[in-house]
C-alpha cells in the first residue's frame, strides 16, 4: 500500500512554447541540492508510470536540475509558479542564458516528510489537478529536479521539456540475479562514478558490469568510472562460489624429537609436525595450534598420545620406563625382600615378601612364574604346584611415583610320603 506524501502540496504549469532551444552555462543557487542518484531513482519511477500509459522516456538534464535548483530557493520565500522578481517561473530559462524550450512543464511541492521517490510521485499521479498529464504528456523528453531545505520544510521543484541535450543514462540490468542498483545520469564530458550498490544472487559473488550479459563487452567495477558519453546497461557478472574447504583428517608427518620417558615426565611435544589433509585435496604442515593428552606420563609402558586439532585427532605412542630405586635415591620405596618355599604335589602355598618402604607409600605387587608348568602363582601370591620341579618367581613392588624393586625366590615343588608310595605301587603311573 503506497502512502501519501504528509502536508505536501504541488501545483504545475504546462506551457507550449514555439521557440528553439539554444544551450548556455548559467549560474544557480549553489545551495540547492540536485543528486544524480537521487534524479535517476525518479527518473526511473517516471519512465515507469510513462511506459504503463505509452509514453516514451524522459532523460536527465543537468542544465535543467541547475535551474529546478534556482526555482527550489526561490519558491521557499514565494510558493508559486510567479517567481519573486513577479516574472512565470519559464523566465528562468532566459534569465539565466538559456533559449526557452518549445515545451515546458513545473512541479513545485512543499513536505515536512516524504517516504520516497515513489511516494511524491503517486501523489501527483493521484492528483485531479492536472499532475498526472504533465508527468505523462508526450511532448516533454528531458527533466530536471532538485530540493532546497529550509525552515523544517524541503522544497522540490521537478522541471519538463523538450529541451535537447546531452545527457546519457547508465541502466543497470541484475543478469539472473536480483536488487539491480537505479539508473544513474551521466552528463556529457564528465566522468561518472558507477554506484557501489550491487544486486546479489544465491550461490554466486558478484564480479563486476559488463556492457554485454555474456561477459564479452567493456567490464566495468562498482565505485569505478564510466567516461563514454553514450546511454548504456550494464550487466551483472556472476561467479560461482566454491565449495568451502574444510579439514579432512590429520596425521603425523613428523615424530616429536623426544619419545623415552620416565615415569613422571611430562610430554615434549618439539618437533612434532602434523600434516592436515583437506576437502579440496590439498594438505600442509601444523607445527603449532594442536594439543596433546595426556601430558603427564604417571605409567610405565607404551604411552598413547592423542593430538586434536581444529577437530580433528591423530595418535602416536611414546616409551615411559619405570623410574628403579639406583636411579631415584630420594624415592621412599626400598626393597622387598621374598623366601623360597616348597609346596606339595598339587598344593598350595603363600609368598609373603617384605617391602622396605616409607610408611604410607602406596605401591602394588606383581608376580610372575618364569615355569608354569612347575609352579603357578596368581596376584596375590598364592603358589600351586603343579609338577614335581623347582621354578623360580619374580616378585615387583611398584611404587605410586613410579620407583620400583624386584626380588627372586624358588619354589620347591615335591612329593609327600604317600604320593611316592601311590608312585611305587603303580609302577611310575602318573597319581591324580
Known sequence: MKTKITKLFSVFMVIMLILSFVPAISAYAASAVYDEA?????????????????????????????????????????????????????????????????????CIAYATRFDGVWDMIDYWMSSNDGHREVIINSKYTKFGMASYAYGGKTYIVLLLSNKSGSAYIVSYNANGGSGAPFSQVKTNGTKMTITKTVP????????????????KGTTYQAGGSYASDANVTLYAMWKAKSAPVTLSSISVKTMPSKTTYNVGDTLNTSGLVLKASYSNGT??????????????????????????YSGKTTTFNVTVKAVSTPDNPSSKLKSVSVDDITVNYK???????????????????????????????????????????????????????????TDTCKVTVKYTAVQWIIMIVLFGWIWY
Not at 604442515?285 to 592423542?306: E, M, R
Not at 600351586?384 to 624393586?405: E, H, L, P, R
Open 200 to 215: 546479489t544472487r544465491s550461490g554466486y559473488d558478484f564480479a563486476g558490469w559488463n556492457t554485454r550479459a555474456d561477459g
Open 283 to 308: 594438505s600442509s604442515s601444523v607445527s603449532s595450534g594442536f594439543t596433546c593428552t595426556p601430558t603427564k606420563l604417571s605409567t610405565a609402558g607404551t604411552q598413547k598420545i592423542t593430538v586434536t
Open 38 to 106: 537521487f534524479e535517476g531513482e525518479c527518473m526511473d519511477e517516471i519512465n515507469k508510470v510513462r511506459k504503463s500509459n505509452k509514453v516514451g522516456n524522459v532523460t536527465y538534464d543537468m542544465d535543467m536540475a541547475k535551474l529546478a535548483g534556482v526555482r527550489a530557493k526561490e519558491i521557499s520565500s514565494k510558493f508559486s509558479h510567479t517567481r519573486p522578481n513577479g516574472k512565470k517561473s519559464y523566465s528562468v530559462y532566459e534569465d539565466y542564458g538559456y533559449t526557452k524550450p518549445k515545451a515546458v512543464g513545473e
Open 347 to 405: 598344593s598350595s602355598g603363600a609368598l609373603k615378601p617384605k617391602v622396605d618402604a616409607t610408611s604410607g607409600l602406596k605401591y602394588t605387587i606383581k608376580y610372575e612364574s618364569f615355569n608354569q608348568k612347575i609352579a603357578t602363582v596368581d596376584s596375590s601370591g598364592n603358589v600351586y604346584g603343579a609338577k614335581k620341579g623347582s621354578a623360580d618367581i619374580k616378585v615387583t613392588v611398584t611404587a605410586s611415583d613410579g620407583s620400583y624393586v
